[in-house]
């Protein structure tokens, strides 16, 4: 079985400092891991996604995440927050060895303060 | 390159009546996802196509949902009838086989 805990539902920041959302996953196998964003009525998109390759993982508009296996953990970063990034994001665990079967965090919602 | 579409973007209803949903998914994705968005909540799946064959449906409420992709492009969901706790975001997505799912904007559902 396979789930995941996103440990804040709100995080608040202000423009240009950095971003830290927290993700814990549970996965009876080797997981694939990804960063959804959700902008208010828009569809999601995938900011990044860890395939058991390198475990630093770099995704669109700045955000990383790093896969840290011993600690279960894959939080997403950005050294400086734009006005832009205020959004929705989840974090989704998938161990079915493919992107079909995915298990999506509660989500955290981010907002960004001028 | 266009996304994925769905139709329409918001729908309110009253309870009991009857209500549709359509996907078209990206050109040449065989598999299509519709996922359940509760407020608040991360999307959970409803029902997995692979081309035209329907391979994980055992989240569907299958007494009052049903969908269908009779030439495995684009797909319908329907519920029928639509109960106050329907109320939510269904979305659809679509990949080539297993890799990366993409979503469309999602149908807003306010039953009445």
């Known amino acids: 079985a396979q789930s995941v805990t996103q440990l804040d539902s709100h995080v608040s920041v202000s423009e240009g400092t950095p971003v830290l959302l927290r993700c814990n996953y549970s996965?009876?196998?080797?997981?694939?891991l990804f960063w959804y964003v959700q902008h208010p009525n828009k569809g999601l998109q995938l900011l990044l996604k860890?395939?058991?390759?390198?475990?630093l993982v770099k995704g669109i508009n700045g955000f990383e995440a790093e896969f840290k296996k011993s600690e279960t953990s894959f939080h997403l970063t950005k050294p400086s927050a734009h006005m832009s990034d205020a959004a929705e994001y989840f974090c989704v665990v998938s161990d079915s060895g493919s992107a079909r079967q995915l298990t999506f965090g509660s989500g955290t919602q981010l907002t960004v303060l001028p | 390159e266009a996304g994925v579409v769905q139709s329409p973007r918001y729908k309110i209803i009253e309870k009991k009546q009857p209500v549709a949903f359509w996907c078209n998914p990206i050109?040449?994705?065989?598999?299509l996802y519709w996922y359940l968005q509760n407020l608040g909540q991360g999307p959970e799946l409803l029902i997995r196509?692979?081309?035209?064959?329907?391979?994980?449906d055992s989240q569907l409420p299958k007494d009052r949902f049903s969908a269908e992709r009779l030439k495995g492009v684009d797909s319908t969901l329907k519920i029928q009838p639509a109960e106050l706790g329907d109320s939510a975001v269904y979305l659809c997505a679509s990949s080539l086989y297993g890799d990366t799912q993409y979503f469309g904007p999602g149908t807003r559902l306010t039953v009445l």
């Open positions: 196509y692979e081309n035209e064959e329907a391979v994980d």
């Open positions: 050109s040449g994705h065989n598999t």
């Open positions: 996965s009876s196998y080797s997981p694939s």
């Open positions: 860890y395939t058991s390759a390198a475990t």
